[in-house]
């Protein structure tokens, strides 16, 4: 009994140097999504597993994900160019993370993970006839994203003092 505990512990313990070497490699990154920005005033639409949020998760009625998936937007005073500027400063001093594009209403950036250098894309739009900044963050690979992606939207949240 102890020879085979040791054995899959060993094998264990291999699997995961493999992944850590696998995502030192980039081979756990996944493609950058081709088909991000706003569309007819919308963000991407959601991912098909528990591995993303956007602030309009709702406009898409008969997706499954939608209830796991929704968040709050930001909200806006005047133009909302001050929390757009506050946006982009916050992902700025992320650690890992880098800002792709950034345009009068929109911001794309990825951010990655420390170890296994997974990557997730997050965007912001500001839509100020509805008075706020919507905002979608999804994993690209993986079924699930435990909640990191939710959490980082909340973090930034916290830095506009929201």
């Known amino acids: 009994m102890l020879r085979y505990s040791l ?7 291999l699997i ?4 850590v070497i696998a995502g030192q490699f980039g081979l756990l990154r996944g493609k950058a999504p081709t088909d991000l920005g706003v569309k007819d005033g919308k963000l991407k639409r959601l991912s098909q597993t528990d591995n993303s949020v956007s602030s309009q998760a709702l406009l898409w009625t008969d997706h499954p994900m939608k209830d796991y998936s929704a968040i709050e937007p930001f909200k806006i005073t005047g133009d909302g160019s001050a929390e757009m500027a506050k946006i982009l400063t916050t992902l700025q001093a992320m650690p890992r993370t880098t800002v792709v594009q950034q345009d009068v209403g929109y911001i794309y950036a990825q951010c990655t993970t420390a170890l296994l250098k997974f990557t997730d894309d997050i965007e912001f739009y500001l839509d100020k006839p509805a008075g706020v900044i919507h905002v979608r963050s999804a994993s ?11 959490a980082r939207v909340e ?3 916290k830095a506009l003092g929201q």
Do not use: M, P, T, W
């Not at 054995?7 to 313990?13: N, P, T």
């Not at 995961?16 to 992944?19: G, I, R």
């Open 7 to 13: 054995l899959l512990l060993i094998a264990i313990a």
């Open 140 to 150: 690209r690979v993986g079924r699930k994203d435990f909640a990191v992606n939710r």
């Open 16 to 19: 995961a140097l493999a992944l």
């Open 155 to 157: 973090q930034i949240r």
